[in-house]
């Protein structure tokens, strides 16, 4: 989509947002598995006392 002006009457606007490649495991996946390297997200509290073992 070009940002020139142009002739029509309609105006275009396009929004883009930088993305970052990443993967993701629930704790359920997890369970069991080996794996060399763990990175938590521990901003919010956990909503029951077996959610995070």
Known sequence: MSLTPSD??????????PIKLS???????ARGKSLQMVGLNLT??????????
């Not at 993967?23 to 996946?29: P, S």
């Not at 919010?44 to 073992?53: A, I, N």
């Open 8 to 17: 029509t009457i309609y105006k275009f606007k396009r929004l883009q947002f």
């Open 23 to 29: 993967f993701a495991m629930t704790i359920n996946k």
């Open 44 to 53: 919010e509290q956990v909503f029951s006392q077996g959610q995070l073992y």
